[in-house]
């Protein structure tokens, strides 16, 4: 079994706050993110957050604090793969500004990454691979040397991985234009 690592410690600058406390849909995208990383079987679920009420209650979250996710997204990866069980097999990494990643394509994903564990699988939009993507153990050491604002998309083009298409992946909400009219801050 996969754990899920939910990179949301962003300061959101551009956003005006925290993207994690956006609401969407009903709920704010850390627990949208929270639920289908569940849903999809992950287990642990950890969120990589800032210092700020959650609003993960009654989710099987565990909630880590990067005090150092002003560096970039490299150490909320780095947090992530730290705070991982020792025998964790792989690793399935996303963020929470990708409106349209939900529990099937997660499973699809874990079910890709299946095939051949030793094998990295991304999702594949905009002419590239992403996350979400599940990355196995022996990849760890490498995202523990990540720095800045480098994320896993290196080690994913470097390697064999396997490619899930998900055209909608290319979607993310990185201003506040790309917001629906009803996303609104908890």
Same mark, same amino acid.
Request: aromatic letters at 2%; a negative charge.
């Given at each position: 079994?996969?754990?899920?690592?939910?990179?949301?410690?962003?300061?959101?600058?551009?956003?005006?706050?925290?993207?994690? =406390? /956006?609401?969407?849909?009903?709920?704010?995208?850390? #627990?949208? *993110? !929270?639920? %289908?990383?569940?849903?999809?079987?992950?287990? &642990?679920?950890?969120?990589?957050?800032?210092?700020?009420?959650?609003?993960?209650?009654?989710?099987?979250?565990?909630?880590?604090?990067?005090?150092?996710?002003?560096?970039?997204?490299?150490?909320?990866?780095?947090?992530?793969?730290?705070?991982?069980?020792?025998?964790?097999?792989?690793?399935?990494?996303?963020?929470?500004?990708?409106?349209?990643?939900?529990?099937?394509?997660?499973?699809? =994903? /874990?079910?890709?990454?299946?095939?051949?564990?030793? #094998?990295? *699988? !991304?999702? %594949?939009?905009?002419?590239?691979?992403?996350? &979400?993507?599940?990355?196995?153990?022996?990849?760890?050491?490498?995202?523990?040397?990540?720095?800045?604002?480098?994320?896993?998309?290196?080690?994913?083009?470097?390697?064999?991985?396997?490619?899930?298409?998900?055209?909608?992946?290319?979607?993310?909400?990185?201003?506040?234009?790309?917001?629906?009219?009803?996303?609104?801050?908890?």
């Amino acid at each position: 079994m996969s754990a899920a690592i939910i990179l949301a410690a962003g300061a959101g600058r551009r956003m005006g706050g925290p993207k994690a =406390l /956006l609401r969407f849909e009903g709920e704010t995208l850390l #627990r949208r *993110a !929270a639920r %289908a990383a569940l849903e999809a079987g992950c287990s &642990p679920v950890i969120a990589v957050v800032g210092d700020w009420d959650l609003g993960l209650e009654g989710l099987d979250v565990l909630p880590v604090i990067n005090p150092g996710a002003a560096e970039g997204m490299a150490s909320s990866i780095r947090t992530g793969i730290a705070a991982l069980p020792p025998e964790t097999p792989a690793a399935l990494i996303l963020t929470v500004d990708q409106p349209a990643v939900d529990a099937v394509l997660l499973r699809r =994903l /874990l079910a890709l990454a299946a095939t051949d564990p030793d #094998r990295p *699988a !991304a999702c %594949a939009y905009a002419g590239t691979l992403g996350i &979400p993507a599940v990355l196995p153990r022996r990849c760890f050491p490498e995202l523990l040397a990540l720095r800045g604002e480098a994320g896993a998309k290196g080690i994913l083009l470097r390697e064999a991985t396997q490619g899930l298409p998900f055209p909608e992946g290319a979607r993310d909400l990185d201003s506040p234009e790309d917001l629906p009219p009803d996303s609104v801050r908890r």
